[in-house]
């Protein structure tokens, strides 16, 4: 029988559809404190999880994508972990991406659905996303990896996992 943990890894999908239902901030807490235990290069734990739970500031993130890129970068997604480290340091998008990806695990492991979300280093270079970025308690400077929306899959939405190419692992 295969390991719990590895079927769940394999059976993690990203979800661009979500419903109105929003995931508890206890479920999202659980979720970051798994990011939080991703390792850290040197253990310096250098990286920030930033847990957006609140409406507010998720509709302006929502409104800041809109504004800007022309598309609703949160697909409706109630929650969003931003994950940030500093600009400069050179293990910044390691340490963010071990996080990012413990907690797309974790968050399958919980059944809640999760999607990468890319855009934010960029729309908070803008005057409305840097105010955003100052509010939401982000320091300055720290630039954001990833972030990882939470939520539970629109009804009908089909969520299957990808096929990976033939040759990924080489045996050497
Ligand atoms: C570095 C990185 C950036 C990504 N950025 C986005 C994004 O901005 N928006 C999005 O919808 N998906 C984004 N994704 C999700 C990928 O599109 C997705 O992982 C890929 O299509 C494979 O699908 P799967 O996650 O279901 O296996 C990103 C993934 C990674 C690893």
Redesign the pocket.
């Given at each position: 029988m295969e390991n719990r943990v590895i079927k769940t890894i394999k059976e993690?999908?990203?979800c661009?559809t979500y419903s109105d239902k929003k995931v508890s901030l206890k479920k999202a807490l659980e979720i970051a404190e798994a990011g939080k235990f991703a390792p850290s290069g040197k253990n310096r734990q250098i990286a920030n999880i930033f847990v957006v739970n609140s409406k507010k500031y998720v509709e302006r993130l929502r409104k800041l994508s809109v504004e800007q890129l022309n598309r609703d970068?949160m697909?409706g997604a109630k929650t969003i972990l931003i994950v940030t480290g500093p600009r400069e340091d050179a293990f910044t998008f390691q340490d963010c991406?071990c996080i990012?990806e413990n907690m797309?695990v974790a968050a399958s492991a919980l059944k809640i659905a999760t999607?990468?979300?890319?855009?934010f280093d960029e729309l908070f270079q803008s005057k409305d996303g840097l105010k955003i970025k100052k509010q939401l308690g982000i320091p300055e400077d720290h630039r954001v990896v990833?972030s990882c929306i939470l939520g539970y899959p629109k009804e009908g939405t089909v969520?299957a996992?990808?096929e990976r190419k033939a040759d990924f692992i080489k045996i050497i």
């Open positions: 993690r999908v990203s661009r970068c697909y991406s990012l797309f999607c990468w979300i890319n855009q990833g969520l996992v990808k």
